[in-house]
């Protein structure tokens, strides 16, 4: 946001108006995540600027007009194309007879027709900050897609004819699938028993090697004859579970880098209880990524290790590495280069969980952990998912209820499923620090682990990968790093296709799923000349970075074994934290 405010016909629009200002006693109390409040605040906005309001209103009425025109088309048989289209990612008009039956295209026309309108008046609301009009959109688009006719038996001409077509089974069923969802408290995306953890799923041979009250270390037996000499450590986000990264043989990126001849380890966070309500983000920090880097170097007897971290683990690796580059000498830092996966460090604009993220909210989320001592994993994923309501929580709404589908087993959705706990510490300090405060780009405004941090400091060469569609770590925001890292730092930056698990989970196919963008950007750089330079290359990113990576992780030496003396297995992969729920 700019330092100078914005106008609209006199009113500031980037602060907060008198309305929100009002407002914000009675939502830190009532309303803290602004369902209600956002909106009002939208509708007494719109109200006191009659001409925007008029001008939205005339924009909606030559809408409806268009479509009173298209109805009488449609009515006397005339062909008549659409007034208004779903939008190319919405799938819940897809079947042809949306289109084919004049009836159901009169519905389907209706409701988009006033869907897109509301939402970009509420995105367009004069008077309002940026924020709260975010805000107020997310909240009613929520709403809307909950209202969506496909969401009702009587409206959903698909359903009425599974119905029909299997003599009333389909809706037998959808009652069956609703009491199993009622029963769980949860719209479920697949069934809790469609996998086993260590019998389908994570299934890499390995070793755990490390364990304190916080992670367990695996490493992974090696399937070449002889290994880089360099370890690649790779730190796990601890609001999943680490198998994200190990789902299947032909998925499992851990079991792809040994087969390419790396040797390594993987983090797999304990589940958080009560007792570790106290645990802080230091304690990551130092008890998580130090104490592993240790072992790993300790291990395979190198001085310094690969380190690579996705999501909030890349968060903690980016913290790791400034702090690292101040505690140690420089000649004694134990990481030679490292990776982040789709990871935010300035979260100034950290996509749609920003409707969540204020003093309201945090406050809310804080009293809620102060009494159980951890935000409990399925607070976590409904908050997620309302980000994607449609796809994530109405399709299965319709699919599993109106129609009477069995779930599918997709690997993916059983891992979403599987959620873990945050201590209150340490998450209360996460969201007030670096998302409330973006305090991680500011330098030395944090202390960590008594080191003061700044990325600056950051001189060790990063592979950063991204993803086109990530709504929880946009790409262009994951860009920034390359601001904020050393200008003698080399990066080569990566846009993968697909989103924030897709892009990085993204094995070698014949032919090709996906595709991506590659290229070293410079410090200051801004991302569409990036972008406009960059090449764009068929097939996956794990083949240009493991082609990185060989040509920095020294030498080809015999295999480590998945254990040693000096570690023995404490178990066998995945492990035991991954399996406490």
Sequence with gaps: MSNGSAHHNGVDINHLSPFETLGKAVSSAIDPYGVTTSLLNAQMAWLMHPQELTRAVNALSGDLLALQAHVLRRAMGIPST???????????FADPVWTDSATWDIVKEWYIAFTHRLEDMLFETPGLSDKERRRSAFWLRNWLNMVAPTNFFWLNPVAMQRCVETGGESLRKGCENFLRDARAKNILMVEPDAFTVGENLATTPGKVVFRNHLVELIHYAPTTEKVWAMPIVIITPWINKFYILDLTDKKSMVKYLTDQGFSVFITSWKNPDAEMAGVRFDDYLVDGV???????????????????????GGTLVSTYMAWANKHFAADKVPVAHWTLFTTLTDFSHPGDIDVFIDEACIGALEESMAKKGYLDGSEMASSFRMLRSNPLIWHYWERSYLRGDSL??????????DTTRMPYAMHSYYLRELYLENNLIKRDKLTIAGESIDLDRITQPLYAVTAEDDHIAPWKQCYRIRKY????????????????????????ANPPKRAYWIG????????????????????????????WLSERSGELVPAYPAANRKFPALAAAPGTYVLEK
């Design 82 to 92: 659409d007034v208004i289209r779903p939008n190319a990612d919405d799938s819940r």
């Design 520 to 547: 070293e950007p410079e410090r200051n750089e801004h991302w569409e000349h990036w972008f406009d330079r960059a090449e764009k290359k068929s097939g996956t990113w794990w083949e240009d970075w493991t082609h």
């Design 408 to 417: 599918p087993p997709f690997d993916v959705l059983f891992w979403n499923m």
């Design 290 to 312: 130090n104490e592993v880097v240790r072992v790993a170097s300790e291990f395979c007897k190198v001085p310094q290790v690969h380190l690579a971290g996705y999501c909030i």
């Design 485 to 508: 890292v050393n200008v003698a730092a080399p990066v080569r930056f990566v846009l993968s296709t697909s989103g924030h698990i897709l892009g990085i989970v993204n094995p070698p």
